[in-house]
């Protein structure tokens, strides 16, 4: 579902149960969608308690295809969360309190080859139906792996484009079915937050 927001115009994305019939979403979650993943950024974590891996992203969507509610990611074959997205069935798209921003930050710029992720990155990693998220994340997006594809840069129809592709790996562009939200309640100082505007109060 679309709506426009009052302030200026802002695309919502409304997950709820009348939205998606017969999928169990517990959670309304509304976000400004078109800035969320490039202003916010967040963790795309993927594997079990006993080996996972977990990096930034800041390109992503979320929408529908095939009559199921998605988010999808960008990721370069390079990544070490790669090998992690490419093994395991589900993955978790989670998004943190502007105090995370450095935090973020760094696990965006090391690899989980050179660093010890799970006990270094300062977050608490919890488990969540089987895959993994971190107990500090505002929302967690808990994704079914549906599709994945090469991004591939022969494709390219806007040449501006292709400056992403000249010194670096391609990209495979994963769609996750969303099959469960986990949304922190919001207290009242996290709502005073004027970071923290993509983020509502449940109805
Ligand atoms: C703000 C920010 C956004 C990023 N977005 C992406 C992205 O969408 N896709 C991607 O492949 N890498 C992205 N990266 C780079 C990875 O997070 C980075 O290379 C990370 O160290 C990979 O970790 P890994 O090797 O443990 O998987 C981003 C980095 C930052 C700082």
């Given at each position: 579902m679309l709506l426009y927001g009052f302030k200026?115009?802002?695309f919502c994305v409304i997950l709820d149960e009348?939205?998606?019939k017969g999928v169990k979403v517990i959670m309304n979650f509304e976000t400004d969608i078109l800035s969320i993943f490039d202003k916010k950024w967040?963790?795309?974590?993927?594997?079990?308690?006993?080996?996972f891996n977990t990096m930034t992203v800041s390109?992503?969507?979320?929408?529908t295809i095939w009559g199921k509610p998605v988010a999808t990611v960008y990721v370069r074959t390079s990544r070490?969360?790669?090998e992690f997205m490419d093994r395991e069935g589900y993955f978790t798209v989670s998004f943190y309190p502007e105090e995370y921003k450095k935090t973020l930050g760094v696990l965006g710029s090391k690899s989980g080859r050179d660093m010890d992720k799970m006990n270094d990155s300062g977050l608490t990693a919890k488990e969540a139906a089987g895959t993994m998220t971190f107990e500090e994340?505002?929302?967690?997006l808990m994704c079914r792996k549906l599709f994945m594809q090469r991004l591939d840069p022969s494709n390219i129809i806007d040449k501006d484009v292709c400056k992403f592709y000249e010194n670096d790996a391609p990209?495979?562009?994963y769609i996750g079915e969303i099959i469960d939200i986990i949304k922190k309640p919001v207290n009242k100082a996290n709502f005073d937050d004027p970071h923290n505007e993509l983020f509502v109060e449940e109805p």
């Open positions: 200026s115009v802002i009348k939205y998606i967040a963790l795309l974590t993927a594997g079990d308690k006993d080996s390109w992503g969507g979320m929408g070490y969360t790669h994340a505002e929302v967690t990209h495979d562009m």
